[in-house]
């Protein structure tokens, strides 16, 4: 079945509540994803470095201005460990992820990154939020892979109003994009869905904005409230609205509206990675499988160590979910619905076009 691309049919699937319709929409991201990159769903190791941040985001647990938050970061020690670990599980990539923590300075994090460059075979993914180009620069000579830095919502009110710009700097996801691509680093973005105050129309705008951004990896979670944030308020008065049958043009942070996000996302960007997500998984139980049912081919099994997890709370409970872990169960699992372990480290096919097309 052909499915209308154009900003109208977009709106018009995010929209759609019929679930013979949705498994539609669902059936051809599945076929999509499944002639562009295959059946192998690629693992990659998420290690939460660190929950210091000096920004205030209102969506975050781990803002800065969050005082009921314990701080937490790791030792050089500790992060090579998690990275040994994602090889011995036989992950073809580690994402070294964490909050805007300045004092760790470029010098420190490009030695980490060249020991594990060193040491194993293993991508290294970095999403440490907005830095400076001569660090993103630095850490790519020192043999970072990709770096993964979410433009949130593509409509630039909605963003200010919940990214607010820290360390007297204009936050500009979109031109660090475009720098990080410059650098040579696979790059990789997405949003959440369902921020109060984001519309359909915002939605349309944030899938177009995949496409024409040309990702390698787009992240799609539902919004999940966090009550040590300022959107908590406002979310709790969305979910009033929803069930009042009222939520006028808002689009609600379903389980649902995040998976017609993601196989948009596939049918826009073919080629791209997908991962579906932990918070896909927290809004609604086995959501991992259905994010690889839906479009998605990556996942990113949690190997910080367990002392910190329930410490990088970015939203509530997040250290409750997690995908299998070991090779064997991944195996079971994935076979379970017909798919198989990435081998290797599953960069993105999208990347490789746009080599061989230079
Ligand atoms: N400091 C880094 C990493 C942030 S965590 C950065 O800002 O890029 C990675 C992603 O988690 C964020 O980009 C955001 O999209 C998502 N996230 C944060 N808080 C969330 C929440 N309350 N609910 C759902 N997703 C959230």
Not at 136 to 155: C, H, P, Q
Not at 172 to 188: H, K
Request: aromatic share 6%; with cysteine; charged share 25%.
């Amino acid at each position: 079945m052909d499915i209308d691309l154009t900003p109208a049919g977009i709106e018009g699937w995010l929209r759609e509540e019929n679930p013979e319709k949705l498994a539609m929409l669902y059936a051809a991201a599945d076929a999509v994803r499944r002639e562009n990159v295959g059946d192998a769903v690629h693992l990659r190791g998420l290690v939460e470095f660190s929950n210091i941040c000096r920004r205030q985001c209102g969506y975050c647990g781990i803002r800065a201005g969050n005082a009921a938050a314990r701080r937490y970061r790791l030792e050089r020690t500790e992060v090579l460990e998690c990275a040994l670990l994602a090889e011995k599980l036989g992950y073809g990539t580690v994402v070294l992820q964490g909050g805007e923590d300045f004092s760790v300075t470029a010098e420190w994090w490009g030695g980490v990154i060249r020991e594990i460059k060193e040491k194993t075979a293993l991508a290294v993914t970095l999403s440490l939020g907005e830095r400076h180009p001569d660090e993103l620069a630095r850490w790519k000579e020192a043999g970072a892979d990709r770096y993964l830095l979410r433009f949130e919502t593509g409509n630039p009110r909605l963003y200010r109003r919940i990214h607010p710009d820290a360390g007297g700097e204009v936050s500009d996801r979109l031109a660090l994009l475009r720098t990080l691509r410059a650098l040579g680093y696979e790059t990789g973005s997405g949003v959440m869905v369902g921020v109060p105050g984001q519309t359909f129309a915002d939605a349309v705008r944030d899938a177009l904005l995949f496409r024409s951004l040309d990702l390698d990896m787009i992240g799609i979670g539902p919004y999940l409230p966090h009550p040590q944030t300022p959107l908590y308020a406002e979310a709790r008065e969305v979910a009033a609205r929803a069930a009042a049958g009222a939520a006028g043009e808002q689009i609600l942070p379903t389980a649902e509206n995040a998976c017609k996000m993601v196989a948009l996302a596939r049918l826009l960007c073919p080629r791209s990675n997908i991962p579906s997500t932990t918070a896909l998984a927290a809004a609604r139980g086995g959501g991992h499988e259905l994010g690889l049912r839906r479009g998605a081919n990556v996942i990113m099994p949690n190997v910080t160590p367990a002392k910190y997890r329930a410490l990088y709370a970015i939203y509530p409970e997040k250290e409750k979910i997690d995908a299998p872990q070991s090779a064997e169960d991944l195996g079971v699992w994935l076979a379970s619905f017909g798919r198989v372990p990435g081998r290797g480290r599953g960069d993105s096919a999208r990347a490789a076009v746009r080599a061989d097309s230079r």
